[in-house]
């Protein structure tokens, strides 16, 4: 990467730090003309501000305001980049179909949309149902849309409970070989996973396509 490169990247990351929305959106357009892969920009330029007023609202030199609006960056930055991420075209071909949520009580949109728009990108038909949604929504969509794979996001040591609950409730319905279920989000880890009986976790978005890849080798066609 030239140094140029490098140089937009840390100021779209100051940008979102800064919950200046218009400059992440300026900086994301610029890096387009520059050629800079906009899933990179994502990651280490807007993701990478998200995560150190995170950091700093750790240690209480952030207040919730502050996080709002780096959310709010990140947000405006992402609908200018994820314009030139190139979208399955599911009628010629798609690897699986996902339904994907962050659980109910948390509103934490960022990494789920990020993960949502990674797994489109490559190749999988991706229905995002948004935040805060209940079991009971998500295991309808997954029957109407006849997923492969449910996905849930969890940012939220009090939300991570809904993530047990969809399996147990798969299992009371006597349907818990009809999905494959990939888990994630801040709250989430791989012990935890294994603990609710999840099929598979990530910690990002990379990861989180590689996992659901495996996953719908697994399923009998
Ligand atoms: C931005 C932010 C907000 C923004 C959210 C804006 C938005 N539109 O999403 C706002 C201001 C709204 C917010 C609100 C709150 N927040 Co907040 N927030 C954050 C912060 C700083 C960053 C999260 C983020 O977007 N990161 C950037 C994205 C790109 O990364 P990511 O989410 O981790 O996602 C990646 C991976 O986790 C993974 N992934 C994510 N989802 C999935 C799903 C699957 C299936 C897979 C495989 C992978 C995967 O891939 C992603 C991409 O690499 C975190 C701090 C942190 N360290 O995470 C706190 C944090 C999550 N918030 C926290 C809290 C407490 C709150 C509030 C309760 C605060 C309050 N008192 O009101 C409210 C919650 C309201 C609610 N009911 O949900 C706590 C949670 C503590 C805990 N462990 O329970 C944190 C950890 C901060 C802290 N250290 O205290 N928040």
């Known amino acids: 990467m030239t140094g140029l490169s490098e140089e937009i990247l840390s100021e779209m990351k100051e940008a979102v730090i800064r919950g200046d929305a218009k400059r992440a959106e300026e900086l994301a357009r610029q890096s387009l003309e520059m050629n ?3 899933m990179k920009s994502i990651e280490q330029g807007l993701a990478a501000g998200v995560r150190e ?3 700093k609202f750790e240690c209480g030199e952030a207040f919730i305001p502050n996080l709002f609006m ?4 990140m947000k405006a930055g992402m609908v200018v980049l994820e314009k030139a991420i190139p979208m399955a075209n599911y009628k010629q071909f798609t690897r699986g179909k996902i339904v994907i949520a962050t659980v109910a009580g948390d509103i934490h949109d960022l990494g789920k949309t990020l993960v949502s728009t990674m797994l489109n ?3 999988f038909e991706v229905n995002d149902l948004g935040v805060d949604t ?10 109407d849309k006849k997923a492969d794979i449910i996905a849930l996001s969890s940012l939220m040591t009090i939300t991570l409970p809904g993530q047990r609950d969809l399996i147990d409730e798969l299992k009371r319905r006597g349907i818990r070989d009809h999905y494959k279920v990939l888990v994630g989000g801040g709250a989430a880890s791989e012990r935890w996973a294994a603990e609710i009986g999840a099929d598979g976790y990530s910690s990002d978005a990379k990861g989180a396509v590689s996992k659901a890849t495996k996953l719908v080798e697994l399923i009998p066609h």
């Open 121 to 123: 990108s490559n190749g």
């Open 134 to 143: 209940p079991v009971s929504k998500i295991l309808d969509a997954a029957r």
């Open 70 to 73: 780096a959310g709010n960056a």
């Open 36 to 38: 800079i892969d906009p």
């Open 53 to 55: 007023v995170g950091q």
